[in-house]
């Protein structure tokens, strides 16, 4: 390695830095094969995105509750997925298409020819030429190298901070600085931009004219999207969702229509639409909550496998996830719900310990005191921390189950809601109890099932039975793409959510 120890050569060597970098990212620019145009993926090579694909995939499927459904089910999606990956640029990237057991309406790819599609989507689709729209718009992000992008946008960013060590080192670029790094499941689902979008649309579009889809079902999918983003809005309040399609795909109708225009496709005859095809794919697929991550029904969370039900105070929304269950409440206080690691436990020997030695470590608890919590040993402390949201009151709760299973609750408020939410906490506290195996054998989830419109039916009778505490006929018609003023025929075959 070359040292560089004169102040006036390493001031050269600056000058020289500043003049080289830009013509290093300028030659660093590249035809893109989707889009016809320059774009710069300089430090990440169509090589290291299938690493990265192949190295993240692991992470998503974690993330969001692993793959989902039917063999039926899952091949098809990969059928439709693998014919539009055909008629791309890259038709030789090992594709693979999973659908995700989780109920938000998503949809993401990593580069590599990895594409997500959740069941949630799956379910608020109302034909394949919808689904296929979704599935050809996260091709063209692939196919267009949209991460490649944002990744080497970063980096060259960051080099010009980085500079000067690159000089001294005298070697051009600093070890590994060509190498994608790690960037975790969650980046995955960040939003692009809106002119990544208008590509990925553009593209998408080619692709499903290619195969006879209509683009018009790509405009009328993401109407749906926006139907259900009002609905669930009105449904959880002020409390903001993050990571469904509606905030990682920014995008609006117009752009969508402009996307069309620009593809310069020509308009498809007869278009495939398959909506009983599809409708039939989708039939008993499970809505909202899987068993296996616990369930929600209004302010209850039950968990079979588990054996344990919990109820949350009024005015406070669940969240379900793979890891833990989230209730957000009235000036951002929270419920947590979650495991502790049984080795924890071990190492530590009493709740009480643990407490002290693990989960609250970084508080000064106060008040540790042991309870019986329905027959259930259990200990329970409280502090305070200092947080970016300013300083929030936590009261930490362990709950011994049977075998190494322990649970915790954690009760999370800012000082001046403490005492107004102490005694809905408690109620919640004691509303912890165990099922009975018969309980927890008759937990069902909630299936998407088809029935055929018969004389006599209408969207207030079909959705009256609809198992939703609010907004029924709203559920109702946005499930089957209706609006206000469409009305049932006889012999149409609509969607229903039932257990």
């Known amino acids: ?253 117009d752009r969508i229509e402009q996307a069309i225009k620009l593809a310069k496709t020509k308009p498809v005859t007869n278009p495939l639409i398959k909506r009983n095809a599809y409708l039939a794919r989708i039939n008993g697929m499970t809505f909202g909550d899987d068993p296996a991550q616990g369930i929600r029904k209004g302010r209850f969370f039950t968990h079979s496998d588990l054996r344990i039900q919990f109820e949350v105070p009024p005015n406070f929304v669940l969240f379900n996830s793979p890891n833990q269950v989230i209730a957000i409440g009235p000036n951002k206080s929270r419920i947590i719900f979650d495991m502790a690691n049984p080795e924890y436990i071990r190492q530590s020997g009493s709740l009480r310990k643990y407490l002290l030695t693990h989960w609250g470590s970084n508080l000064d608890l106060q008040d540790i005191e042991r309870v019986d919590v329905n027959g259930m040993r259990a200990t329970t402390g409280s502090g305070r921390l200092k947080t970016g949201l300013g300083p929030r009151d936590i009261r930490l709760l362990v709950i011994k189950g049977a075998g190494d299973k322990v649970f915790r609750l954690a009760f999370i408020t800012p000082p001046k809601m403490t005492q107004k939410l102490g005694e809905a906490f408690r109620r919640t506290t004691y509303s912890f109890r165990r099922l009975s195996q018969a309980e927890a054998k008759d937990i069902h989830p909630l299936k998407v099932r088809l029935t055929k419109v018969r004389a006599g039916d209408s969207v207030k009778s079909l959705s009256k039975h609809m198992p939703f505490t609010k907004y029924k006929h709203e559920w109702f018609r946005m499930l089957n793409g209706l609006s206000k003023d469409d009305h049932l025929t006889v012999g149409q075959q609509v969607k229903i959510i039932s257990d």
């Open 1 to 253: 390695m070359i040292h560089i120890q004169s102040k006036s050569l390493k001031q050269k060597w600056y000058k020289c830095g500043l003049v080289l970098l830009p013509l290093i990212l300028l030659t660093a620019c590249s035809t893109n094969k989707a889009t016809g145009g320059r774009s710069f993926t300089a430090f990440m090579s169509e090589e290291e995105e299938r690493r990265v694909g192949a190295e993240e995939h692991p992470k998503i499927m974690k993330e969001f509750g692993g793959a989902h459904g039917s063999l039926r089910l899952r091949s098809y999606i990969n059928k439709v997925g693998k014919a539009l990956s055909q008629v791309s640029e890259m038709p030789n990237l090992p594709y693979k298409f999973t659908i995700l057991n989780d109920e938000k309406v998503n949809a993401f790819a990593l580069p590599g020819g990895y594409v997500y599609i959740t069941r949630g989507l799956l379910a608020l689709a109302e034909n394949e030429a919808e689904m296929a729209g979704v599935l050809a718009h996260e091709i063209g992000h692939i196919t267009a190298r949209h991460t490649a992008q944002r990744y080497s946008a970063s980096m060259a960013k960051d080099i010009g901070l980085t500079v000067l060590s690159v000089l001294s080192s005298a070697a051009g670029v600093p070890t590994g600085l060509g190498q994608a790094v790690s960037f975790g499941a969650q980046a995955a689902v960040q939003g692009y931009s809106r002119k990544q979008e208008l590509e990925a649309d553009m593209i998408g579009v080619r692709y499903m004219t290619r195969l006879g889809y209509s683009p018009d079902a790509m405009t009328s999918f993401f109407k749906k999207m926006g139907a259900h983003a009002e609905l669930k809005a009105k449904i959880l309040g002020n409390v903001k969702v993050s990571h469904n399609i509606m905030s990682t795909h920014p995008r609006t109708t």
